[in-house]
């Protein structure tokens, strides 16, 4: 008798212990006893484009107010817009205008034009001048955001002989350039280095964790309570309203650049704005878009346009001479995704299988 | 005494029927608790207009302004929550509405012929780049 009694009773214990094991589980796999990452989105339009600054409500010393955040996120926005003033060329009475203008001698530059030039120096020299801040001549040519036309190949190589890294000489306060028709297009680094800049403020404030996105540029501060990573979608370039893939990251930045975010259609054809320097035209090499991880703002952002440029082969033997720290994706016309040797699928998953991930070759 | 008296009430064993009974429990006590975390949120909302759509996630917040049969409309996504803030559509039924965020929730403009549809999925994104 007793012995039945206490069996049943182990088995109602047993029952109710499966109930609350499978709860628990449930709870455990949906993420409830990690403490949630919260955020507050604050969204501006800034460097002509649209700027998401997601920023913790969770202090380094308790919750942030809101007021507070508002404020860590207008100073955020006041740094786009100083950084765009220093760098930008359609900031009509910026920096640039005023060393893109007739002139020999810039004196009085400011620390962010002099530190973007010095970054843009060196990634030109590293990339064998696969990136140059030297194409505004054929940018303006060219005119891709205002709908082309295509221009003449007699003009196209008439800016291309005012353009190169030998036109200016960037000293400690004055840029000289030996060609006053020359002009800096800091557009393919500009954004890496607003982010970056943005993100080296957010460390002097109470937030604890950070994400800036950037038109294509995407920069990661801290790091988040659940110790998850931020899932990331990278856009199709065959459609650009979806998304091909998901990046897992945790710190760092992002950057892509694609045929398919500036163009303008001529004949049939797609002009698109990354201009490749040694033909002065769109580069055209069978590549749509390549996304670039690395651990610094202005580096990722130049590379996503010169590994453009170089085109795959190139693109993956440059990354093998280990010059510049980095991993990148690649996506070609021809429908194949290419991952350089450290992207494993936690870190990159490609989700639209109508692309074919090649497998690595390693030598 | 009282074990005494409770044990002698007629009593069976713990059948299979019992065990697949809590068992049965257990299984919708865990669905359902499923069901609340997930169906709290939608990942992401479909806009449909002009008879195409496009899939937008809800964790990034963003202005969308369309024109669809002859009415503007501009969709807001905010904090997890899709809405329409502005129309010039006659019955402004969308905007009325309010903010929809749960998977199957809908917000159907008829006179601009768009629907706006939470959908699930699980695959939700922070960001979109590129």
New interface residues.
């Given amino acids: 008798?007793s012995s039945?009694?206490s069996?049943?009773t182990m088995?109602?214990i047993a029952?109710c212990a499966?109930?609350l094991a499978?709860?628990l589980?449930?709870?455990s796999l949906?993420g409830?006893f990690n403490p949630p990452a919260k955020y507050k989105?604050f969204?501006y339009f800034a460097m002509d484009t649209?700027v998401?600054f997601?920023l913790s409500e969770e202090g380094k010393n308790g919750r942030l107010s809101e007021n507070y955040l508002k404020e860590v996120a207008d100073k955020c926005a006041g740094i786009l817009a100083s950084v765009e003033y220093s760098i930008s060329s359609h900031a009509e009475k910026g920096e640039v205008a005023s060393l893109n203008s007739d002139v020999n001698v810039m004196v009085g530059a400011s620390e962010t034009l002099l530190a973007v030039l010095n970054t843009s120096e060196r990634i030109s020299k590293l990339t064998d001048g696969a990136f140059d801040y030297t194409l505004g001549p054929l940018t303006e040519l060219w005119n891709v955001s205002g709908g082309g036309p295509k221009p003449s190949a007699k003009d196209i190589s008439y800016a291309m002989s005012h353009t190169g890294t030998d036109k200016f000489r960037i000293g400690e306060k004055a840029i000289q350039k030996t060609d006053k028709i020359a002009k800096v297009d800091l557009g393919a680094i500009g954004k890496g280095y607003a982010t970056q800049a943005v993100l080296e403020y957010l460390s002097t404030t109470d937030v604890s964790y950070a994400?800036v996105?950037l038109g294509?540029?995407?920069g990661i501060y801290g790091e988040k309570p659940d110790g998850k990573g931020?899932?990331?979608?990278?856009?199709d370039?065959s459609s650009?309203?979806?998304?091909m893939g998901?990046?897992e990251i945790r710190s760092g930045f992002?950057?892509?650049s694609?045929d398919y975010?500036r163009f303008f259609e001529e004949d049939g054809v797609r002009y698109h704005h990354i201009i490749d320097p040694e033909t002065g035209s769109p580069a055209d090499n069978g590549l749509r878009?390549v996304?670039v991880l690395a651990s610094n703002g202005p580096a990722a952002d130049a590379l996503s346009t010169a590994l453009f440029v170089m085109g795959e082969e190139k693109a993956m033997e440059f990354y093998r001479s280990h010059v510049i720290d980095f991993e990148a994706v690649f996506v070609t016309s021809d429908g194949r995704v290419i991952t350089t040797d450290r992207i494993d699928s936690s870190v990159f998953e490609l989700?639209n299988h109508n692309y074919k991930l090649t497998e690595k070759t390693k030598d | 005494m009282v074990d005494k008296a409770i044990?002698s009430r007629p009593k069976k064993?713990?059948s299979r029927g019992d065990?697949l009974a809590?068992?049965a429990?257990?299984?919708i006590?865990?669905a359902s608790?499923?069901f609340l975390?997930?169906g709290r949120k939608g990942n992401t909302c479909l806009i449909t207009a002009n008879g195409s759509s496009?899939?937008y996630?809800l964790s990034?917040?963003?202005?969308i302004d369309l024109v669809s049969n002859g009415y503007s409309l501009t969709v807001e996504i905010?904090?997890g929550q899709v809405f329409v803030t502005e129309s010039d559509c006659p019955d402004r039924v969308c905007v009325r509405t309010g903010k929809i965020s749960k998977t199957g929730q809908e917000i159907i403009c008829v006179p601009a012929q768009v629907v706006i549809e939470v959908t699930g999925g699980g695959?939700?994104?922070?960001?979109?780049?590129?």
């Fill in positions: 008798m039945e009694k069996g049943k088995r109602i029952v499966l109930v499978a709860v589980l449930v709870l949906t409830v989105d969204n649209y998401t997601r994400v996105s294509g540029n995407i931020y899932r990331i979608g990278l856009r370039p650009p309203d979806a998304v998901y990046f992002v950057s892509v694609g975010e878009s996304a989700s | 044990d064993r713990f065990l809590l068992a429990v257990a299984a006590l865990a608790v499923v975390l997930n496009v899939s996630s990034e917040n963003r202005r905010k904090d695959s939700g994104e922070d960001f979109i780049i590129g």
